[in-house]
Each structure stands twice: as C-alpha cells, then as structure tokens.
C-alpha cells in the first residue's frame, strides 16, 4: 500500500510567485493535516481536515496561506503571494480518526515538500 | 494550550551507550505518540500509549506513559548508529477532536 504522496518533493521560486503544494493521504484516512517545519520553530501544524472539512486552520500564518481538500484523495496547501520567511519543509499527514475509539491519533506523514523562496 | 516539553534537546552519545528522553506537559492526554525523524524525511511512528503507567517494549527501545497520562519517557538500550535521528512525541486528547500537539523534539546523534 502506498503512503502518504507529496509533490513536488522540492521546490523553488522567487518571492511573490504563487506555490502549490499538493498532497494524496492513504486510501481510507478520514483525516488529513498540513504542517510546516523549521529549525526555529520545530514542527506547526497548519490546518487539519476531517472528511474533507477543515476543522481547525488556527495555524494558517496569514491570508497568504490557503488550504483546500476537494475530495478524500487529494488535498492542496496554496501560498500566494510567496515570500522568504515561508521557506520550511511542509509535510501533509493523515489519519483515520474513529470517534470513541480506544487507539491514539496515529498520523502517517508523507516525505514533505522542502520549499525556498528567494 | 496544550504545550509537551522534550529533554535533553540534542544528545550525542558513543554506540552501545543506554539513554532516556522525556516528554512532559501540564496536560492530560487521551494517547501519546513517539516518532521518529531521518533526515530529509517525514516522521515516522514507533508507538502509541494510551494507559497511564503502560509500558511498551520496541526490541531495544521501552517507551512508559505516565501514570497521569501528563507524561512520557522513551529508554534505549545499546544504541546504535541507525538510531540517530529526530524524536518527536505527539499528545493527542480527546476534546481536541484528532488534533496532536507536538513537541520540539530531541536530536539523537549515535557515534560510531
């Protein structure tokens, strides 16, 4: 079974370009989360969805930073326009999250997206 | 907020050598999960605890919950190289409907 896929693998662009990320969460999951990591700042969670919805986009730095998830196979994280300080590494993450049930909120991360913006 | 605390934040010992990381927070968690980093990858996950006081073995690395469930400890015995990495835990409770809050992680560097 294939993991958590993430493209592009590497990116990078000039500030003020528009990026895409793009994300497909293991077949089954109901949820699926963005997150950023940086060496100052460890790992963020950005926004998290269930069954398509997002729940909680607290995390979002600003306007500039947008999250859509169309369907239960395919979910996109959009910076427009891009700028320097936005360079991590961004990993999508997915779950099966079941109401009531006795396990943890395993997440199962994809092998990220490492963004420069210049 | 939920905030987890994890010491040392970067330990570098030699091969064969024992060693214990801990993750603590003011907060109760309904589970508490360990992952572990490599370098230009995502994490990946070693365990979850969801019993206070559990403890669960991973050939060389016990991992215990807390009897409070506020924190957690990761031991390993005889480390090798393949161990270095990023050690993260991820404390997940249930009003925060699937959400996990991560700690800052500890850097585990194993010297051959």
């Known amino acids: 079974d294939a993991g958590v896929i993430q493209s592009p693998r590497h990116e990078v662009t000039e500030m003020g370009q528009e990026v895409t990320l793009r994300c497909k969460p293991i077949s089954g999951h109901n949820s699926l989360f963005w997150y950023r990591q940086t060496m100052m700042r460890g790992l963020e969670l950005l926004i998290y969805f269930n069954n398509n919805v997002p729940i909680d986009d607290s995390g979002m730095p600003e306007d500039r930073f947008s999250a859509k998830m169309p369907n239960a196979s395919f979910s996109t994280l959009k910076i427009q326009p891009s700028e320097p300080r936005d360079s991590a590494v961004y990993f999508c993450?997915?779950?099966?999250?079941?109401?009531?049930?006795?396990?943890?909120?395993?997440?199962?991360f994809g092998p990220g997206t490492r963004l420069t913006v210049l | 907020t939920q905030l987890l605390e994890q010491s040392p934040q970067f330990l570098s010992i030699q091969e064969g050598e024992n060693l214990t990381v801990y993750c603590n927070s003011s907060?109760?968690?309904?589970?508490l999960q360990w992952y572990r980093q490599e370098p230009g990858e995502g994490p990946v996950l070693l365990v979850t605890v969801v019993t206070g006081g559990e403890v669960k073995k991973l050939k060389r690395l016990t991992f215990q919950f807390g009897d409070a469930r506020k924190d957690s400890s990761l031991h390993i015995t005889a480390a090798q190289t393949g161990d270095t990495g990023l050690y993260l835990c991820a404390g997940a409770s249930n009003t925060n409907a699937g959400k996990s809050t991560f700690g800052d992680g500890t850097t585990l560097t194993v010297k051959p």
């Open positions: 907060s109760v968690f309904s589970s």
């Open positions: 993450a997915s779950s099966l999250i079941i109401r009531g049930g006795s396990g943890g909120n395993e997440q199962f």
